[in-house]
């Protein structure tokens, strides 16, 4: 298996454009996470789906972010407007949650965005 | 609310070994886990531990837990210079989602 894929790896762009970030997870795998990591505020998780449905949103910052999971095997963050406190990595992580023990992540490589 | 700690940064040389030191408040936290983050990359987990242990190894990798001080190590015998990384700590209960992670500890490895 690749791994979790994320893409793109490097994104700029200007305030007030739309992005959309990228994620495959590993096959197999039924829930997913979404996280921004900052120097400021470190690791936060932003949204978590289990079986493609979103189950806690709570972390996402406000309105301006949303993310979707089609299927199992593709979700997006999209942040739109973006701002330039939007300047982050975001990760996409996987695992296999069968309802108890370790939830063991697997991170993808990240997402740099730089918002001006 | 949940909370962990770790110190910000820790420097040793290279054949040394390392300490890496994490706190947690949540008492019913019953996974413990470490995962390494090299530059550029994404976390990599590690080792984690379930709580009724006291302690476990993997290779170079020694975990401690105190679970009456809430405390984690991790040791890294014969630290190489490829271990420099950032390692954060992490928790979570059983059945829950959420792993609640430190701030990362930079490990810097010197020739």
């Known amino acids: 298996d690749a791994g979790v894929i994320q893409s793109p790896r490097h994104e700029v762009t200007e305030m007030g454009q739309e992005v959309t970030l990228r994620c495959k997870p590993i096959?197999?795998?039924?829930?997913l996470f979404w996280y921004r990591q900052t120097m400021m505020r470190g690791l936060e998780l932003l949204i978590y789906f289990n079986n493609n449905v979103p189950i806690d949103d709570s972390g996402m910052p406000e309105d301006r972010f949303s993310a979707k999971m089609p299927n199992a095997s593709f979700s997006t963050l999209k942040i739109q407007p973006s701002e330039p406190r939007d300047s982050a990595v975001y990760f996409c992580?996987?695992?296999?949650?069968?309802?108890?023990?370790?939830?063991?992540?697997?991170f993808g490589a990240g997402s740099r965005l730089t918002v001006l | 609310g949940e909370d962990v700690e770790q110190s910000l940064f820790l420097s040793v040389r290279e054949g040394d070994s390392s300490v890496i030191n994490c706190t947690y408040t949540d008492s019913s936290s019953t996974y413990l886990y470490w995962y390494k983050q090299e530059p550029g990359a994404g976390l990599q987990l590690l080792t984690y531990i379930f709580s009724n242990m006291d302690m476990k190894q993997d290779q170079r990798l020694t975990v401690l837990l105190n679970k009456k001080d809430k405390h984690l190590s991790l040791r890294i015998a014969d630290t190489q210079t490829g271990d420099s990384a950032i390692y954060f700590c992490?928790?979570?209960?059983?059945?829950?989602?959420?792993?609640?992670f430190g701030s990362g500890t930079r490990l810097l490895v010197r020739p």
């Open positions: 096959s197999g795998h039924n829930s």
């Open positions: 992490a928790e979570s209960s059983d059945s829950s989602y959420k792993l609640i």
């Open positions: 992580a996987s695992s296999w949650d069968r309802g108890s023990g370790a939830n063991v992540l697997t």
